[in-house]
């Protein structure tokens, strides 16, 4: 086989075409490695092996036997289907107005959802332009303002501020270690300033919380659509509440100030551990179903495999007009310049096997397996069916009736050559004497049939 014959121009194209395609593939790699272990944001992804990451928690959560996975679709109805219990930890990318309503929707149909508010860009970037601009100058407040400010609310979305609010608690408190609760049931202050709720089920069995931060809930911590909405405290300091436990319809709420208790560093520190599995258990029994960590929102969507999302992009975007163009182009320059992909190859006939050839495969077989009596009793059949045919014999005659009309016909006495071969087919014999007894009867067929 010969390689296909390419120009000078299409070797250069194709070389080209490699090295674009191999570099791909190597700042691929390098941007997206297989196994995500960290980044340099910390983000409480249960992808994240590292202190901040939540690894721990969902792999403690899978060994217990709870049906865990994770959610990296837009929440919508499709993707909370089957899903009892939903944590979304202070997310990054910021939930859009249809998801908002969408959860709280499915909070309302007897659901659970475990959340640590985040905050979205639009948060940072208010917070940047308050510290950018002087004390003293007033805060624009007109139409185009609210407009504006709108307008990025829609487009960057929320991290639950229009929920909870969250901040850093009152300088010069010292932020305790650990939180402590009591044996008996009700509130518990010890001496440290913690207060832990030990009559709430999610309480159960804890004797140490660690926080991790100097992050509460401000005051009203309910904003929005839950400000209303019942709630109760289960854990807090002398720093603010941490967590709290919010009635909405049929379902519940559980936020959390800060998401370092389900952090893989956070979890094993003092009961935090226990206090994830309180919530699962507890609140598994309000709302059965999958346990869902919430992933797309900290920027890890279920993406397609590269080179097919690079063809969607090519084949969906503002660049699937060029692409196409591109295709015909290529065609077209193909059909014009009549571009092979190798020569033609010429038909190559095998010449036709000859009897002979056969006949001396045969030979050499049955001679180099010492099977004389075999060929002696295959060539004594066939030269006997050829004589009863030429005589006009029935094929059961026997060597008298042969002899007989052999005799006849064409005066040979052939009575010992066939009384021979009939010994032959019975015995060992030799290649010089097998050859003797098969020429002696090829010479009688052959007089016979041609009348000599």
Same mark, same amino acid.
């Given at each position: 086989m010969s390689l296909p014959r390419l120009s000078r121009g299409d070797r250069l194209l194709w070389s080209v075409v490699l090295v674009a395609t191999a570099?791909?593939?190597?700042?691929?790699? /390098? /941007?997206? *490695? *297989?196994?995500?272990?960290? #980044?340099? !944001?910390?983000?409480?992804?249960?992808?994240y092996n590292v202190g901040f990451g939540t690894k721990a928690a969902y792999l403690a959560l899978d060994r217990l036997g709870y049906p865990v996975k994770r959610l990296r679709r837009p929440i919508s109805e499709e993707t909370l289907a089957g899903i009892g219990i939903l944590f979304i930890l202070k997310p990054s990318v910021g939930l859009q107005d249809y998801e908002m309503k969408e959860l709280e929707g499915?909070? =309302?149909? #007897?659901? !659970? /959802?475990? !959340? !640590?508010?985040?905050?979205? @860009? +639009? &948060?940072?970037?208010?917070? =940047? #332009? =308050?510290?950018?601009? *002087?004390?003293?100058?007033? @805060? $624009?407040?007109? $139409?185009?303002?609210?407009?504006? &400010?709108? @307008?990025? &609310?829609? &487009? +960057? #979305?929320?991290?639950?501020?229009?929920?909870f609010g969250v901040g850093r608690a009152a300088a010069g408190r010292e932020q305790r270690p650990a939180a402590h609760a009591g044996d008996s049931a009700g509130v518990d202050q010890s001496a440290s300033g913690v207060e832990l709720d030990a009559s709430d089920p999610l309480g159960a069995g804890i004797r140490h919380l660690v926080p991790g931060s100097d992050v509460r809930f401000a005051k009203p911590a309910l904003r929005g659509p839950l400000a209303n909405a019942p709630a109760k405290t289960f854990w807090k300091d002398e720093q603010g509440t941490f967590g709290l436990r919010v009635i909405d319809g049929d379902g519940a709420i559980v936020a959390l100030a800060d998401a370092y208790p389900f952090s893989n560093l956070g979890i094993g520190e003092a009961d935090n551990g226990l206090l994830l599995g309180n919530i699962v258990r507890e609140l598994s029994r309000l709302s059965p179903g999958d346990i869902a960590f919430d992933e797309y929102h900290l920027g890890f969507p279920e993406r397609d495999w590269s080179p097919v999302a690079m063809a969607k992009l090519m084949l969906s975007g503002p660049w699937r007009w060029a692409a196409a163009q591109a295709l015909v182009i290529a065609v077209l320059a193909l059909y014009a310049g009549a571009v092979r992909f190798g020569s033609p190859r010429d038909i190559t006939r095998k010449p036709r096997r000859q009897h002979r050839e056969f006949a001396e495969a045969a030979g050499r077989l049955l001679d180099e397996g010492r099977a004389t009596s075999l060929a002696a009793e295959t060539l004594s059949r066939y030269y006997r069916d050829r004589l009863c045919r030429a005589l006009q014999l029935e094929s059961e005659a026997d060597n008298a009736r042969l002899s007989q009309a052999a005799l006849a016909r064409s005066g040979q006495d052939i009575a010992r050559l066939l009384a021979q071969a009939q010994g032959a087919a019975t015995r060992r014999v030799g290649r010089q004497e097998l050859l003797t007894i098969a020429q002696g009867l090829h010479r009688v067929v052959e007089a016979i049939d041609h009348g000599s």
């Amino acid at each position: 086989m010969s390689l296909p014959r390419l120009s000078r121009g299409d070797r250069l194209l194709w070389s080209v075409v490699l090295v674009a395609t191999a570099m791909t593939a190597l700042v691929t790699w /390098l /941007l997206l *490695p *297989p196994e995500k272990t960290g #980044g340099i !944001v910390e983000r409480p992804s249960t992808f994240y092996n590292v202190g901040f990451g939540t690894k721990a928690a969902y792999l403690a959560l899978d060994r217990l036997g709870y049906p865990v996975k994770r959610l990296r679709r837009p929440i919508s109805e499709e993707t909370l289907a089957g899903i009892g219990i939903l944590f979304i930890l202070k997310p990054s990318v910021g939930l859009q107005d249809y998801e908002m309503k969408e959860l709280e929707g499915w909070v =309302r149909q #007897g659901h !659970v /959802l475990v !959340v !640590v508010p985040g905050r979205s @860009e +639009l &948060r940072i970037a208010e917070k =940047r #332009g =308050r510290a950018a601009t *002087p004390p003293e100058a007033p @805060e $624009p407040s007109g $139409p185009s303002q609210r407009s504006r &400010r709108s @307008e990025l &609310r829609r &487009r +960057l #979305g929320t991290a639950f501020e229009d929920w909870f609010g969250v901040g850093r608690a009152a300088a010069g408190r010292e932020q305790r270690p650990a939180a402590h609760a009591g044996d008996s049931a009700g509130v518990d202050q010890s001496a440290s300033g913690v207060e832990l709720d030990a009559s709430d089920p999610l309480g159960a069995g804890i004797r140490h919380l660690v926080p991790g931060s100097d992050v509460r809930f401000a005051k009203p911590a309910l904003r929005g659509p839950l400000a209303n909405a019942p709630a109760k405290t289960f854990w807090k300091d002398e720093q603010g509440t941490f967590g709290l436990r919010v009635i909405d319809g049929d379902g519940a709420i559980v936020a959390l100030a800060d998401a370092y208790p389900f952090s893989n560093l956070g979890i094993g520190e003092a009961d935090n551990g226990l206090l994830l599995g309180n919530i699962v258990r507890e609140l598994s029994r309000l709302s059965p179903g999958d346990i869902a960590f919430d992933e797309y929102h900290l920027g890890f969507p279920e993406r397609d495999w590269s080179p097919v999302a690079m063809a969607k992009l090519m084949l969906s975007g503002p660049w699937r007009w060029a692409a196409a163009q591109a295709l015909v182009i290529a065609v077209l320059a193909l059909y014009a310049g009549a571009v092979r992909f190798g020569s033609p190859r010429d038909i190559t006939r095998k010449p036709r096997r000859q009897h002979r050839e056969f006949a001396e495969a045969a030979g050499r077989l049955l001679d180099e397996g010492r099977a004389t009596s075999l060929a002696a009793e295959t060539l004594s059949r066939y030269y006997r069916d050829r004589l009863c045919r030429a005589l006009q014999l029935e094929s059961e005659a026997d060597n008298a009736r042969l002899s007989q009309a052999a005799l006849a016909r064409s005066g040979q006495d052939i009575a010992r050559l066939l009384a021979q071969a009939q010994g032959a087919a019975t015995r060992r014999v030799g290649r010089q004497e097998l050859l003797t007894i098969a020429q002696g009867l090829h010479r009688v067929v052959e007089a016979i049939d041609h009348g000599s």
